[in-house]
């Protein structure tokens, strides 16, 4: 297993290689974010969810951003000194799990390596004397230098780590015992290294707010964090919850994947996507596509289930198209796939025009950074 997925991984084992691909990055994320504005006016998303995406969207940046840092020296010192980085080269194109779980390994001791990092201000005095008493580049300072940007990065600002723990916001009261709230939480899933956020609408009935509850709070949470794996149905995780907690009861439960990420210089793709995005890596920045994903569950109407000797508890029905067997196989109400990609890379698309694309939203790229929705 570990040979196979070793087998899927690529290492960028020089700094061009490394910076032109978090500069890909760089320039996708805020198209990502126009996307979910796009969304709403399309109805597809509420507002609150919208801002749930950006304010993850960010994280994931200052994250990505971070790890530039890490590898920017990437090939100019020795490996065992100066690891490089890994992406997953079949499935993702995103940083390899294994990249996210160190980066906050190395965020809980980023004050000591910080403590035990010279200055901004000494770092560049070094660099200016060794530049003028060697004549050389100051290779090993630009190193520590860039080290320290990636730990007051990772130790200062929000990142979407491995494991976002679940939050909780009020929405309205229906009666004196019975709340609303939207619930968020997300993963960069471990299987397919792909980033994933989770939106619930929930009904609580308990006699305490969910999140004041000292009991239920946590369990929560840690039921939430177990059960969100890309490779569960929508519907087996709302099911499982909703049999977990007889106060609380799941309304909605979306699910967004923010990949995987196609390019042709650091990917590798199989079907039509492959072809497309060769003929358009002639154009720096223009060999890219990005999947994205929304998976959305709905409660149709509630029913009495027994809950023990002598108690009951509502319990959700949720919608499936049974006229679709794709719907219910993907334990889903809905599934929108759509791509974000350049102009050209769409030009060329829609020319070739691919069977397996057909029922694919594109949201196209065009001037001044404008994105354009097309069916």
Known sequence: MAEALTFNHKTLDDAYSTRRYFAKFERIIPHLRKVSELSVSEGQISEA??????????????????????????GRLRAEVHPLLRIDKRDSGFPVYSEILQMATDALQADKHLARLPSRDQLKK?????????????????YAMAQRE?????????????????????????????????VHWAKYDSQTNVPAIYVMMLEDTGRRALPTDER???????????????ALKLLTIAKG?????DDLHPKLLRRFHLGPMYSHHFTEQEGPLRDILAE???VAGLDWALAW????????????????????????VFALDHLDPAGI??????????????????????????????????????????ILSYR
């Open 126 to 142: 070094d660099m200016v004397r060794h530049v003028l008493n060697e004549g050389t580049s100051p290779i090993r300072l630009q």
């Open 280 to 282: 358009a890596s002639g």
């Open 293 to 316: 994903t929304v998976e959305t569950l709905q409660s149709k109407e509630t029913r009495t289930e027994k809950s023990g000797f002598f108690s009951s508890a509502e319990r959700e």
């Open 49 to 74: 969810e919208a801002r749930i995406i950006q304010d993850y969207l960010a994280a994931l940046g200052n994250g990505f951003a971070a790890l530039s840092y890490k590898y920017l020296m990437a």
């Open 329 to 370: 196989d993907a334990g889903a109400t809905d599934t929108r796939r759509a791509l974000i990609m350049p102009h050209r890379a769409y030009q060329t698309l829609e020319e070739a025009d691919p069977p397996g694309l057909a029922g694919t939203r594109r949201y196209v790229v065009g001037k001044n950074d404008r």
């Open 216 to 230: 239920r709070w946590p369990e929560v949470q840690q039921h939430l964090m177990a059960q969100s794996v890309s």
């Open 241 to 245: 919850f909703d049999e977990d907690f």
């Open 150 to 182: 990636y730990y007051e990065r990772i130790f200062t600002e929000e990142i979407f780590w491995a494991q976002n723990d679940p939050q909780a916001f009020w929405q309205r009261d229906i009666t004196r015992h019975h709340r609303a709230y939207l």
